[in-house]
């Protein structure tokens, strides 16, 4: 329950700020939109999707500045983590209304390098 609990909140955080700094990135360019799916994360499974979405962010931490962000997104699907992920600056995670994380690591989801 505390796992679910910390990813509701983890999730939250990040779509109120996702949501604020949606309007700058109209103002500023952008880096570009990837699909974590691309990186190989896979919904439809029961295996541990953490490097893949680590490979994303990895990309969005290599790719993005302040004037050109970067954006990871997830479709729908259950994706599970058995570690936490590593988020950089300048990216947004956007994840679908269909998308759930399913957390079995210790600590926190994220983490923000």
């Keep these: ?4 609990v910390a990813l509701f909140v983890s999730v939250l955080l990040i779509v ?3 949501a604020a700094c949606s309007d700058k990135s109209k103002q500023r360019g952008d880096a570009g939109t990837i699909s974590a799916e691309s990186f190989g994360a896979d919904g439809s499974d029961t295996k541990d999707d953490r490097l ?3 490979d994303a962010f ?3 931490r290599d790719n993005a500045t302040a004037d050109s962000p970067v954006t990871v997104t997830l479709s729908d699907g259950v994706f599970y983590l058995e570690q936490a992920l590593i988020i950089y600056s300048h990216t947004r995670f956007e994840l679908s209304a269909g998308a759930v994380l399913v957390y079995t690591g210790q ?6 390098g």
């Design 16 to 18: 109120t700020a996702c």
């Design 107 to 112: 600590g926190g989801l994220m983490v923000f």
């Design 58 to 60: 990895n990309y969005a």
């Design 52 to 54: 893949a979405l680590q």
């Design 1 to 4: 329950m505390k796992n679910i």
